[in-house]
């Protein structure tokens, strides 16, 4: 059955007007107009935005959803798909993000909007690894983006973890994925938007 309810969860210090999402926004309005999109502005604490994710799903048919996630929303993205055994699209997702953010405890500005501020709290570090989803219920049905080029995130740590998905590994890249026009159709041909 096709996706008719698409989640997209952006990643750290990043908002729905990070560029993957205004991109996979727009194509949603243009070719799949009857999908229900959503991409929340979440909060800083892992498990306020787990909360509000649940209750923003929790009308969704579980058969017809799909969950994209970008970074430290690959990862809740991860968590999401496993919940709910939907597909999930990830975009240099993070692996070990409770590891990875405990050096980032503090005043945070938003990338987007760098007059925006919020605090990263130390308790959020023990909230992400409560997020942790084990290893993957059903490998295909996953599909993620790697860049090798990635200059947050191990590439080889991403792959090893998402080891019997579909992965479009990238020689190049960066972590923002600056040519994502150059995936955005093998990301919606996985996703299957009614």
């Known amino acids: 059955m096709p996706t008719t309810h698409l989640l997209y969860l952006h ?8 560029m993957k999402a205004q991109k996979v926004a727009a194509r949603v309005q243009e070719q799949h107009p009857a999908v229900t999109w959503w991409c929340p502005q979440l ?6 935005a787990m909360a509000a994710i649940r209750q923003g799903i929790a009308g969704w048919p579980r058969e017809r959803m799909a969950v994209v996630g970008s970074s430290l929303g690959g990862f809740y993205a991860t968590w999401v798909a496993q919940q709910t ?19 980032h405890i503090g005043e945070q500005t938003s990338w987007h909007d760098p007059g925006e501020r919020f605090f990263f709290e130390p308790a959020f570090v023990a909230e992400l690894r409560a997020l942790e989803a084990g290893p993957l219920h059903h490998p295909e049905r996953f599909f993620a983006v790697i860049a090798k080029g990635d200059e947050v ?11 019997g ?29 009614a």
């Open 11 to 18: 990643g750290f210090r990043s908002s729905p007007q990070s």
């Open 165 to 193: 998905a579909q992965i479009k590994l990238l020689e190049g890249g960066d972590h923002a994925l600056s040519d994502f026009d150059d995936h955005i159709d093998q990301v919606f041909a996985f996703l299957d938007l």
């Open 43 to 48: 909060p800083p604490s892992p498990r306020a």
């Open 85 to 103: 055994g939907c597909p999930a699209v990830l975009l240099n997702p993070a692996v070990d993000p409770a590891r990875d953010l405990a050096r």
């Open 153 to 163: 995130l191990d590439w080889r740590e991403m792959t090893a973890r998402y080891a």
